[in-house]
């Protein structure tokens, strides 16, 4: 009489906990992202010029394609993603014309400020359906 004799193994692939790796990451983006705006404000004590400079510096956008790049977005995604930044910076200005002028007439820093974050909003608004209407999104 032949045994069949049944042979089994069991293959444990160890990979990196991906979950725990991508928290860390996320935090370390978050720490970056809050040192850059720790910086901006220090460096406004001494000199409000040297800050515009750094805060005009488009650093956000350029950790956003980083990041997106690292976690496997393709080349063409982050070449859509740069050419909208482009179209809606437009609407991003609104905020710093909007806030002197106010500051100027009198207007103190917060209701200016709100204004200004308003005005911002209602011209993404507008920028995103003219980008929509004619094409213009990445």
Same mark, same amino acid.
């Given at each position: 009489?032949?045994?069949?004799?049944?042979?089994?193994?069991?293959? !444990?692939?160890?990979?990196?906990?991906?979950?725990?790796?991508?928290?860390?990451?996320?935090?370390?983006?978050?720490?970056?992202?809050?040192?850059?705006?720790?910086? !901006?404000?220090?460096?406004?004590?001494? $000199?409000?010029?040297?800050?515009?400079?750094?805060?005009? !510096?488009?650093? !956000?956008?350029?950790?956003?394609?980083?990041?997106?790049?690292?976690?496997?977005?393709?080349?063409?995604?982050?070449?859509?993603?740069?050419?909208?930044?482009?179209?809606?910076?437009?609407? $991003?200005?609104?905020?710093?014309?909007?806030?002197?002028?106010?500051?100027?007439?009198?207007?103190?820093?917060?209701?200016?400020?709100?204004?200004?974050?308003?005005?911002?909003?209602?011209?993404?608004?507008?920028?995103?359906?003219?980008?929509?209407?004619?094409?213009?999104?990445?």
């Amino acid at each position: 009489m032949a045994r069949h004799s049944k042979l089994t193994a069991k293959v !444990v692939f160890l990979l990196p906990n991906t979950n725990r790796m991508s928290w860390a990451f996320d935090v370390g983006k978050i720490g970056l992202t809050a040192l850059i705006i720790f910086a !901006v404000v220090q460096v406004s004590e001494r $000199s409000t010029l040297l800050a515009a400079v750094l805060a005009s !510096v488009p650093i !956000v956008s350029v950790l956003a394609m980083m990041w997106m790049n690292h976690e496997g977005q393709s080349a063409e995604e982050i070449s859509g993603f740069a050419k909208d930044i482009v179209w809606l910076l437009l609407p $991003s200005l609104l905020m710093f014309i909007v806030i002197p002028v106010l500051i100027e007439r009198g207007w103190e820093f917060y209701p200016a400020l709100g204004v200004g974050l308003m005005t911002t909003i209602v011209g993404y608004f507008l920028m995103v359906q003219i980008m929509e209407k004619y094409g213009l999104t990445g």
